[in-house]
T-cell receptor, first 116, second 111 residues
């Protein structure tokens, strides 16, 4: 069965410090990978998605970047955190089959980031 | 502009009551999904609806996709405290588009 791991679960960082959140998927090959941010009252915002190694698409301009160094590894990074980067970050994967209803997401448990 | 509007935003009811939450849009979706999220965890898929007018049942939960594939509803019969959580709808435009999420309905079921 497929599993998704995301870490760290909780992070408190000062403004201006770097960030690295990691996500790995097991039990599947060539998944689509996603990073979402969930802020109170704003719902789930798609930040980045990847359809393959080294292929990253950004949905919104921001202080963050993403990388996919291996097929089942997705990393969210920042060189200098801002207060507005605080939030709940969710990694997710979906299969690559292309038919209606197939784009189902399986989410990790999330990473709570507080920037002080 | 929010593409998918969910209502109500908050709902607090007593155990045993019935409820309906809505997910509305002016756009057509090829499919629509419902997720439930508990505090501090990631959302978990409940159901996917693909065909206009489709109705799916999951125990006490009934999901309906509108005939025009622009809206959906979730009805819970005899709610239980275990139903408490954030209910999110998400739509896909086209066969390969990314999911677009609503802001969710936060449900609290009191014993």
């Amino acid at each position: 069965s497929q599993t998704i791991h995301q870490w760290p679960a909780t992070l408190v960082q000062p403004v201006g410090s770097p960030l690295s959140l990691e996500c790995t998927v097991e039990g599947t090959s060539n998944p689509n990978l996603y990073w979402y941010r969930q802020a109170a009252g704003r719902g789930l915002q798609l930040l980045f998605y990847s359809v393959g190694i080294g292929q990253i698409s950004s949905e919104v301009p921001q202080n963050l970047s993403a990388s996919r160094p291996q097929d089942r590894q997705f990393i969210l990074s920042s060189k200098k955190l801002l207060l507005s980067d605080s939030g709940f970050y969710l990694c997710a994967w979906s299969p690559t089959v292309q038919y209606p209803g197939a784009n189902v997401l399986t989410f990790g448990a999330g990473s709570r980031l507080t920037v002080l | 502009t929010q593409l998918l509007e969910q209502s109500p935003q908050f709902l607090s009811i007593q155990e045993g009551e019935n409820l309906t939450v809505y997910c509305n849009s002016s756009s057509v979706f090829s499919s629509l999904q419902w997720y439930r999220q508990e505090p501090g965890e990631g959302p978990v898929l409940l159901v996917t609806v693909v065909t206009g007018g489709e109705v799916k049942k999951l125990k006490r939960l009934t999901f309906q996709f509108g005939d025009a594939r622009k809206d959906s509803s979730l009805h819970i019969t005899a709610a239980q405290p275990g139903d408490t959580g954030l209910y999110l709808c998400a739509g896909v435009r086209g066969s390969q588009g990314n999911l677009i999420f609503g802001k969710g309905t936060k449900l609290s079921v009191k014993p």
